[in-house]
């Protein structure tokens, strides 16, 4: 196999992460990513990570609570589960920096653009935590700023879905799946696949999304071969 891309950034869900159990990390499921990664960086792929927290907590779970607290709180989770990743990485022989948009300087560097690219320069996995740093904010936006501050080929999520619809497919068999869809038609039609400012984000910087689901066999290893694997978004 070969790589298409010479460098991505990986959206990871925190849901998917936890697998069946849906609440903190199935360590087979991390094993299976990781198996995934090695190869993927062994074809001398640059790697930047964004994983969400959604497997320790969501905002939404605090109804009664304070929306900048709760999406505080979800930030720390995105840390529990880059620190799992990178320790998971490690453990395979290759190294790989946890960087955050949160300073926390005695668990992870400081999200820094040019020592991030200079990791890039040396081999290493960049998994970048905390989402942006601020709240009212999804990790699917964090995604989607540090694929074009990277200047990514790609922005690779993997999610618990196949793709994007036109409906919810657990709430209805019919659902149409698009192998295709444009920024704008995402946008318009309220599709769920991503929120709407990362797609623009995406949409105004020319770079492609593609949507898959982590669960499918080598999913990971064949979107970044190219291989025509769950929704693609773009401008045209």
């Not at 696949?193 to 999913?219: H, K, Q, Y």
Request: proline share 3%; with cysteine; hydrophobic share 40%.
């Amino acid at each position: 196999m070969e790589a298409k891309f010479k460098r991505v950034l990986l959206k990871l869900s925190g849901e998917a992460l936890a697998g069946e159990q849906r609440f903190g990390l199935n360590e087979e499921v991390i094993s299976g990513v990781v198996d995934q990664l090695v190869k993927v960086h062994e074809m001398g792929v640059e790697m930047g990570l964004v994983i969400g927290g959604g497997n320790f907590w969501r905002g939404r779970q605090g109804t009664q609570m304070d929306r900048t607290t709760a999406d505080h709180m979800g930030m720390l989770a995105t840390v529990m589960n880059s620190l799992a990743l990178m320790d998971a990485i490690e453990k395979r022989g290759i190294p790989t920096r946890v960087q955050t948009a949160l300073n926390m300087i005695s668990v992870a560097e400081p999200y820094i653009l040019r020592r991030a690219l200079h990791h890039f320069e040396k081999g290493r996995i960049v998994i970048m935590a905390c989402g942006t740093g601020n709240p009212y904010c999804s990790t699917d936006t964090a995604a989607a700023q540090r694929a074009c501050e990277i200047d990514a080929d790609v922005l690779l999520m993997a999610k618990n879905v196949d793709g994007i619809y036109d409906r919810d497919p657990r709430l209805d068999p019919n659902a149409k799946k698009y192998d295709k869809i444009t920024f704008r038609d995402v946008v318009s039609g309220g599709l769920k696949a991503m929120d709407a400012t990362a797609a623009t984000m995406c949409m105004e910087n020319n770079i492609p999304v593609l949507a898959f689901a982590l669960g499918e066999r080598d999913s990971i290893l064949r979107a970044v071969c190219g291989e025509k694997i769950g929704t693609l978004i773009c401008n045209d």
